[in-house]
C-alpha cells in the first residue's frame, strides 16, 4: 500500500480562553519567587495570554483514532483548525459544510465527522489491513440429527470464530483463525481434518485457505 494512503488527517476544533492564572516570576537563578501578592497586584501576571484546549469528547476521540490508527498500520496528522491561518481554512476543501468536530479524513476521500461517527467498527472500515495470521473457510456437509450439538462443539474450539448456516450443497460455512505462528497452510488443513472432521456428524470438508487478506473489521 503506498505510503501516502497510510496518513489521515483528523481536523479538531479546539476553544480558544485568555488565561489568568497567576504564574510568579522566574528569577535569574531559576528558582520561582514565592508569590506575596495578588494575581491582579504582581508584575509577573500571566493574565491576558491565550490558551487553546479541547473538549475532553474531541480529546477521547482524537485518542481513540490514534490508538485504532497505530493498531492497522496508519497515521494520524492533527490539524486544530483554531490555530492555522485563514487562508488554509478557506482552501480546505475537506472541511466544507462540516457542522461538527472532530473530523477524520481518509486520503481516497471518505470521512468521519463528530464523536459518534468515531467508533471502533467505522474507523477500521476507513482503515483497511492485513491480517497478521490466517482466516480461513472451511465448508461442512453435516448429516441430519442434534443441530444443537454440532453447534455447541464448534462453538468449544478457539480456533471458529463464524458459523454461518447454508441451503444448497453444503450446510455450515466456518470461519477460522490462526495466529501468525499458526499461518501455514499445513497447520490449517491438521485442524480442519483432526479437529473438525472428527465431530462424526460432519461428513465431508472443503477449506479455503487465503494466500493474503485485508479486513475491514476490528482487530
Do not use: C
Amino acid at each position: 500500500m503506498p505510503e501516502d494512503s497510510r496518513e489521515l488527517v483528523l481536523y479538531v476544533q479546539s476553544k480558544k480562553a485568555v488565561s489568568t492564572f497567576y504564574r510568579p516570576p522566574v528569577p535569574a537563578g531559576g528558582v520561582s519567587a514565592p508569590s506575596t501578592g495578588s494575581a491582579g497586584d504582581s508584575a509577573g501576571s500571566a493574565s491576558g495570554s491565550t490558551v487553546f484546549f479541547l473538549s475532553d469528547d474531541q480529546a477521547r476521540s482524537a485518542a481513540l483514532v490514534e490508538e485504532v490508527a497505530a493498531r492497522r498500520g496508519y497515521r494520524i496528522r492533527v490539524v486544530d483548525i483554531e490555530k492555522v491561518g485563514r487562508l488554509e481554512r478557506l482552501v480546505a476543501e475537506h472541511l466544507r459544510g462540516v457542522q461538527t468536530f472532530p473530523v477524520l479524513i481518509s486520503p481516497k476521500g471518505p470521512r468521519l465527522e463528530g464523536i459518534v461517527q468515531l467508533t471502533d467498527e467505522n474507523l477500521a472500515a476507513l482503515m483497511p489491513t492485513e491480517l497478521k495470521g490466517v482466516r480461513a473457510m472451511t465448508y461442512l456437509k453435516v448429516r441430519g440429527g442434534d443441530l444443537d450439538r454440532i453447534r455447541s462443539l464448534l462453538e468449544s474450539l478457539s480456533e471458529v470464530k463464524e458459523l454461518h448456516f447454508l441451503t444448497g450443497d453444503w450446510d455450515i460455512l466456518v470461519v477460522l483463525d490462526f495466529p501468525a505462528s499458526d499461518s501455514n497452510k499445513r497447520k490449517v488443513l491438521d485442524f480442519v481434518t483432526d479437529r473438525i472432521r472428527g465431530i462424526p456428524e460432519v461428513l465431508d470438508t472443503s477449506t479455503v485457505v487465503p494466500e493474503y487478506s485485508i479486513t475491514k473489521f476490528p482487530l
